[in-house]
């Protein structure tokens, strides 16, 4: 199975400063053959469902404010809020789906206001 | 509009079958262009993928889940179903159904792009 694990587990950010969460896989999820890597990001609200932030690691979703970038390679990966918003305040997950008989996603992270 | 919405019971009995389904509006669930998946989430904890199906009716399934799930597709009702037998209480979960693309090239899914409000489903006599 290809474990996901994402630090930290929490962070507090104040209004307007950068907000970096790291996500890390057991194994290469970089497809050799379209050179791509097979990770998604999600934003869960309190009450709400997962919404798709980022695609192929580092493609924004349509509509996605471009605060939210995605960065890395390989095993290791990190989302990024350039400046973080009121309505950021939420779990944060990464997911692979380069195994296709076991997606699997991050623990998560809780994004909060300092 | 929200694509996809989640319906059936919200408490089951240990031992029984958990049975629910999600009916797609904007997308034809006979559709080679997507992907068609049951994800949970159990209280205060993160997501786990129950399961999914593509056009064809073919079928992914968590192993940790395998003996206990089956997906299927109804295209004339434009839904999907999952069915849970022999829950516990540890089956008490929100369940959630999600919608991604699926590559007809590479006959594989990809991420979520679109997901159901939820539907929290609790096990107990």
């Known amino acids: 199975d290809i474990v996901m694990t994402q630090s930290p587990d929490s962070l507090a950010v104040s209004l307007g400063e950068r907000a970096t969460i790291n996500c890390k896989s057991n194994?290469?999820?970089?497809?050799?053959?379209?050179?791509?890597?097979?990770l998604a990001w999600y934003q869960q609200k309190p009450g709400q469902p997962p919404k798709l932030l980022i695609y192929?690691?580092?493609t924004r979703k349509s509509g996605v404010p471009d605060r939210f970038s995605g960065s890395g390679s390989g095993t290791d990966f990190t989302l990024t809020i350039s400046s973080l918003q009121a309505e950021d305040v939420a779990v944060y997950y990464c997911q692979q789906y380069y195994s296709t008989s076991l997606f699997t996603f991050g623990p998560g992270t809780k994004v909060d206001i300092k | 509009q929200v694509p996809l919405q989640e319906s059936g019971p919200g408490l089951v009995k240990p031992s029984q079958t958990l049975s629910l389904t999600c009916t797609v509006s904007g997308a034809s669930v006979s559709s080679g262009d997507y992907y068609w998946s049951w994800i949970r989430q159990h209280p205060g904890k993160g997501l786990e993928w129950i399961g999914g199906i593509d056009y064809s009716g073919s079928t992914d399934y968590n192993p940790s889940l395998k003996s206990r799930v089956t997906i299927s597709v109804d295209t004339s009702k434009s839904q999907f179903s999952l069915s849970l037998t022999s829950v516990t209480a540890a089956d008490t979960a929100v369940y959630y159904c999600?919608?991604?693309?699926?590559?007809?090239?590479?006959?594989?899914?990809?991420?979520?792009?679109?997901w159901g409000q939820g539907s929290l489903v609790t096990v107990s006599s």
């Open positions: 192929w690691a580092s």
């Open positions: 194994q290469s999820i970089l497809y050799s053959s379209d050179n791509k890597n097979y």
């Open positions: 999600a919608r991604g693309p699926y590559s007809t090239s590479w006959y594989r899914p990809y991420y979520f792009d679109y």
